[in-house]
Structures are given as C-alpha cells and as structure tokens.
C-alpha cells in the first residue's frame, strides 16, 4: 500500500501565499503523476494541477500562471505553491498519485485532503 500525507494549508489573507505538501510512503516500484484535486463546499471535486514523472505541468486554468506544482523524486513529494490566492481558492486539496507497484500493476492513491480557506 501507499500513504500520502499533505501539509502545508490553512487560512490566508486574499492576496496571500501558501505551500502544500504531499510526501508518498510505502512500498512500490516508481511513482508516476502527481496531481492535486480540490473540492469547495458543494462542489464536484476538480484538477488543480499535475505533474508527470518527467516534470512536464498541466495547469487549471482557474489557477495557471498563480500556482506552480513541482516534484522530488529523490524524496517521492509533490508541491503546490500557490500564489496570489483568492477567496474562491477556498477547499479542500487533495494530493493524488499514479503509482506502480512491485506487482507491475498501475493504482491511484488518494490522500486525506487538506483546508485552504482564503478570507479576510
């Protein structure tokens, strides 16, 4: 099995910044995409932003050129800096990976979501 854990939210200012964390754990072969979901009150959740094995970023367009996601393979985490952030930013995030595991079968795994709230 996987474990994801996030960190990193809270309640900012609008304008502010904020930097979630996503550290994978457990065993498996490599770790593929990363992506960070969102999902407001009432809302469907959505893609916020992924990143492939290789580096290469896709951007909501909510929250392209205010949000940078970026990776440490050596230390199997993704991040989420968001910047710029606006009241309508406010949910909860959700780290998502595509893993391989030892059995060479491919499964996402989903971590337990964490609070952003943009208010003043």
């Known amino acids: 099995q996987v474990q994801l854990v996030e960190s990193g939210g809270g309640l900012v200012q609008p304008g502010g910044s904020l930097r979630l964390s996503c550290a994978a754990s457990?065993?498996?072969?490599?770790?593929?995409?990363m992506r960070w979901y969102r999902q407001a009150p009432g809302k469907e959740r959505e893609l916020v932003a992924r990143?492939?094995?290789?580096?290469?970023?896709y951007y909501a367009d909510s929250v392209r050129v205010r949000f940078t996601i970026s990776r440490d393979n050596a230390k199997n985490a993704v991040h989420l800096q968001m910047n710029s952030l606006k009241p309508e930013d406010t949910a909860v995030y959700f780290c998502?990976?595509?893993?391989?595991?030892?059995?060479?079968?491919?499964?996402?795994?989903w971590g337990q979501g964490i609070q952003v709230t943009v208010s003043s």
């Open positions: 998502n990976t595509e893993v391989t595991l030892i059995s060479s079968s491919t499964r996402n795994f």
């Open positions: 990143i492939t094995s290789g580096g290469w970023a």
């Open positions: 457990g065993t498996f072969f490599s770790i593929n995409a």
